[in-house]
C-alpha cells in the first residue's frame, strides 16, 4: 500500500481530535490489506522517531522551555506529550497500565535533560514498535477505548487499528509543532535555522 493511498483513507479518522465522541469509522479493509497498512503505520512511525532527533539539533535549555504565548507549550512540553503518549500506546496494545486510567494526573512526562529524555522515548519506541509488528489482524480489528474525554465524560469507542493510525498522525503533527516554534524563536532570536531545518 502506497503512503498516498494510506493517508488519503486515514486522515478523515484524525481532523477534530478534539472532538473524540464522534471519531469518522476508518474504512473496512481485508487481513492483507489491514496488516501492510499497519506495517506502513510501523515505518512511518519510525521515520517520525528518526526526524524529530534530527530538528531537535542544536537545541538550547533556553530554546526547549522558550513558548510563543504563555499559554502554548514549549518544545520540551511536546516531546515529553510525545513519550506519555508512546506509553499510552503500548499500554493501550497490551490493555494494561495508562490505557486503563480514566483521568490521567499528566499527559506529559518530562525531565530536566533532553538527553534523559531521549532514552524514556527510545525505551517505549522500541517497545511500541515491537508490539506492533507482532499483531494479529483480528488483534488490530479488537475493540478499543481512545483517550478519556473531558467533554463528554467518557472515552471513545474505537478499534485498535484506529488507535494505531491516530498515533502515527499525531506524532506527525506534533514534528510540525516543533518545526514551527523553532522556526519562530530562530526569527525572535536570530538564531541559525538552517542548522536544524534547512527548509
Known sequence: MKRKDFLLGALPAIVGL????????????????LLAEVELLREMDNDSFGWIWSILKGITK???????????NSIRWIIGHLIWFEEWACDAIEETGLYLIKEQPSTSFQANSLEAMKKRFTKAREKYDGLVKQLTAEQIKRPSQYLYNDHDKKKADVDLRTILT???THFYGHLYQIRMIRGT???????NKAAFDKW
Open 18 to 33: 478534539g472532538s473524540l465522541s464522534f471519531l469518522p469509522k476508518l474504512p473496512d479493509r481485508i487481513d492483507e490489506d
Open 62 to 72: 533556553e530554546e526547549l522551555d522558550w513558548k510563543i504565548n504563555t499559554e502554548a
Open 166 to 168: 491516530i498515533h502515527c
Open 185 to 191: 524563536y530562530s526569527r525572535v532570536n536570530q538564531t
